[in-house]
């Protein structure tokens, strides 16, 4: 812009300088009128280039302005917009790499520089719009100056006509001259013919005159041929400042034009230059703010990030410390760890073998407090059974009911005998419409002390017919007690079974005509004996006794069923048979308390009895009396034995008979016994249900010793027990597997210990 405005200064001197020439050619035109017409001529031609090139210059400036003022500017800072923009990233780049605190004054100061240069490059604006003035001023001024010289061209074209009207005024006297010139020579003649006659005097002044008049001559021809040349000299020039001045006037009109164009187009540039300042500024500015407003942010954070990074440094470095010191520590926690484990654990073990002997004490204590409950209840517990009326029973006066039941009292019983009723008070007395499963409830309690090492047994005492097979097997579709005793055993040892190991192993035995037959070995005919051990333990066992271990429900089944299928093979008449023998089923459990090592051994003894009715008195003869005559023994010596145990005599004659020999570890002292007493409601037993009743209530006021249960802390003897077989079923002597005497000497031995521990 300086540039061209300098050179457009050279320009406006050169023209100035030019027009003052021109002035001077004009002045000296104005002289000389040839020379002046002709240099005009030359001056309009050179003044008409000099305007054009003047207006091609100031368009060209114009439009070198224009595009320096506004795009060009507009360019800039945009380009320095973009340059500040990529600074700014380049700088906030750095401030995240080094987050040096000097950042913000480098910012700061390019900002500053960046206004700076905004308010430079406003100011240029403004020096440019005052040269754009002062241009106009001197275009105005050119144009003065022409008008100026137009007129002074009027003014010696005025001048000029005057010069031609003295000259033709000049000429018209000379001419006027020439013609009273003419006029004198007759005068002359006339002079000089008296002059001739006067004087050679005159005719010398004559001569002169002539030749005078001669020269006249030729001057006037001479200005003649001047006037002649002047005057199309003038209408020549007349022509040429008549073209000039048109031509002035369409040059000032385009000049106008042009002069309102570039009004026009500078005031609209003007306009879209402040605006694209404006424009640029507000932009920058905006920027700006932005700028610093990410400046702040970036602050904050800046000072946000500098305490968690000191907080960071420090725990680095102390957790770098705890590294360090890990091991160390780690190996004095496992030292003292360890000691502080083998302390707990020697603590542990004396807590364990402390809670082992309170255990026991308290096993001790369980035992006294049940044996005392035992003794306030009565040792030997006796119940009531009475069946319903049954078909058998026939019709009539004879099948009539003679057995009521207090309403009150669960335990009362009344006989209707002989036209007097006789009450009898037992534990517990079930009515006709009792279930298995309400009889069964009673006695459970017994089943389960088994578990613990107690040895239980159960009697089902009454004349024929009055429901002890019932009571003790049950049908197949309403099981007695004995299989749902078993049944009891399994679940109950399941559910134990996390910290107790238990083997159920079963016997069944059948007593008849005092001799001991077992169900369930080969050989069912076979006559077993019950022996003393020989190691002078004073405790009994059976040769030959098969003992199976079961365990589960199936093996029950399958052991009952095989029991049964001896029991028939050796009679002609089951019923009659079975009312006449006592049929035993001997239930063993061996128990092992892992934690402890702690031992048991229940044995649970399942009898059903002989039927108790008086035969011989009835005058029965042969087998028949024979078999009564056993039964009765047999019976009458478990009555002696109730009796011996409830007096507390020294000598209890367990060995009068089989039945109470077989099961005299059950009834001692130290065993729970339940009889359960079988009688028939119809009129027609009255005689033995009254019978039956008085032997319960005799049975149930004997009082046997401390109830006492069978542990010990000895190994388990696993291979002693055998388990069911396919054998089983089969009949004897076809591939049965029983027991060999010296393994059945085993079992009986290891009965004997803890017969001796219980002791
Ligand atoms: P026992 O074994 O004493 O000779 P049973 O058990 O054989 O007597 O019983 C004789 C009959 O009476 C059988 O038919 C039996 O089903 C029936 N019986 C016994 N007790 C009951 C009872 N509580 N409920 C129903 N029927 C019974
Ligand atoms: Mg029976």
New binding site residues.
């Given amino acids: 812009v300086m540039a061209s405005m300098a050179h457009l200064q050279g320009e406006k001197l050169r023209l100035q300088e030019e027009l003052l020439g021109l002035q001077e050619k004009l002045a000296a035109w104005q002289n000389d009128e040839l020379s002046c017409s002709l240099q005009l001529q030359g001056q309009v031609e050179t003044l008409k280039a000099k305007v054009l090139e003047q207006a091609q210059e100031i368009s060209q400036l114009h439009s070198e302005l224009g595009g320096m003022d506004t795009e060009k500017h507009r360019d800039l800072l945009a380009a320095e917009n973009e340059r500040l923009r990529q600074e700014v990233k380049a700088c906030e780049g750095e401030l995240q790499q080094q987050q040096a605190p000097c950042w913000d004054c480098a910012h700061l100061q390019e900002n500053a520089r960046l206004q700076e240069r905004v308010s430079q490059l406003q100011r240029e604006a403004e020096e440019t719009r005052a040269r754009l003035a002062e241009l106009d001023l001197e275009v105005q001024q050119k144009t003065n100056r022409l008008a100026e010289v137009e007129l002074r061209l009027k003014d010696s074209l005025a001048e000029r006509a005057e010069e031609e009207e003295r000259l033709s005024r000049r000429l018209r006297d000379s001419q006027e001259t020439i013609a009273s010139l003419k006029s004198q020579p007759q005068q002359i003649k006339y002079i000089i013919k008296t002059v001739e006659v006067d004087s050679a005097k005159t005719k010398q002044a004559l001569c002169e005159s002539q030749s005078r008049n001669q020269y006249l001559q030729e001057q006037v021809g001479m200005q003649r041929q001047v006037l002649k040349e002047m005057e199309q000299q003038l209408q020549s020039s007349q022509k040429t400042v008549a073209q000039l001045r048109a031509q002035v006037m369409m040059y000032e009109a385009e000049l106008e034009l042009a002069h309102g164009q570039m009004l026009e187009e500078m005031q609209a540039m003007e306009e879209e230059k402040n605006c694209a300042i404006e424009e640029a500024f507000s932009r920058a500015q905006e920027e700006m703010k932005a700028v610093h407003e990410n400046l702040a942010g970036v602050r904050t954070n800046l000072l946000t990030l500098q305490p968690a990074l000191r907080t960071l440094t420090q725990d680095y470095n102390s957790l770098k410390r705890q590294v360090r010191d890990f091991p160390l520590l780690l190996q004095e926690t496992l030292r003292s760890a360890r000691a502080e484990i083998g302390q707990a654990i020697e603590e542990v073990h004396s807590t364990n073998q402390e809670l082992l002997r309170k255990y026991r004490q308290e096993l001790q204590l369980r035992k006294k407090c049940h044996n005392e409950l035992v003794r306030l209840k009565g040792n030997i517990r006796v119940f009531g059974?009475v069946?319903?009326i049954?078909k058998e029973d026939g019709k009539g006066l004879e099948a009539t009911n003679v057995v009521t039941f207090d309403a009150n009292d669960d335990a009362v019983l009344h006989l209707m005998h002989k036209g007097k009723q006789v009450s009898f008070e037992l534990d517990k007395v079930f009515p006709?419409q009792a279930s298995q499963e309400e009889v069964f409830q009673e006695v459970q309690a017994l089943v389960t002390s088994c578990i613990d090492g107690y040895n239980v047994c159960i009697f089902s005492y009454?004349q024929?017919?009055?429901?002890?097979?019932?009571t003790m097997e049950g049908t197949a579709a309403n099981p007695g007690i004995n299989q749902r005793a078993l049944q009891l055993l399994f679940s109950e040892v399941r559910s134990k079974a996390a910290d107790w190991d238990y083997s159920i192993s079963v016997s069944a035995a059948e007593i008849y005509n005092e001799a001991l037959r077992d169900l369930l070995g080969k050989e069912p005919q076979e006559k077993l004996e019950i022996k003393l051990c020989p190691d002078g333990s004073g405790q009994l066992y059976v040769p030959g006794l098969t003992e199976l271990r079961v365990q589960s429900v199936e093996d029950i089944n399958k052991v009952f069923e095989f029991g049964h299928v001896n029991r028939a093979t050796e009679c002609t008449n089951l019923n009659e048979h079975s009312?006449r023998s006592h049929a035993l089923l001997i239930i063993t459990i061996h128990g092992l308390d892992r934690s402890t090592g702690l031992r048991t051994t229940g044995k649970l003894n399942l009898v059903d009895l002989a039927?108790s009715e008086r035969v011989g008195r009835s005058g029965a003869e042969g087998s028949r009396l024979r078999e009564a005559q056993h039964i009765n023994k047999s019976l009458s010596a478990l009555g002696d034995v109730i009796y011996a145990l409830r007096s507390r005599q020294a000598h209890v004659p367990f060995r009068n008979s089989k039945l109470t020999y077989l099961l005299q570890d059950s009834l001692s002292g130290d065993s729970k016994t339940l009889m359960m007493v079988?009688v028939s409601p119809a009129e027609k037993n009255s005689s033995e249900t009254l019978c039956s009743l008085k032997f319960a209530e005799r049975v149930r006021s004997v009082e046997l010793g401390p109830v006492s249960r069978k542990t010990e802390l000895a190994s388990w003897p696993s291979q002693e027990h055998l388990e069911v077989t396919r054998g089983c079923h089969s009949p004897p002597g076809r591939g049965h597997v029983s027991p060999s005497p010296g393994q059945l000497s085993g079992r009986t031995a290891s009965i004997r210990r803890k017969l001796q521990t219980s002791g």
């Fill in positions: 059974r069946r319903p049954t006709p009454g024929t017919g009055a429901g002890k097979t019932y009312s039927g079988q």
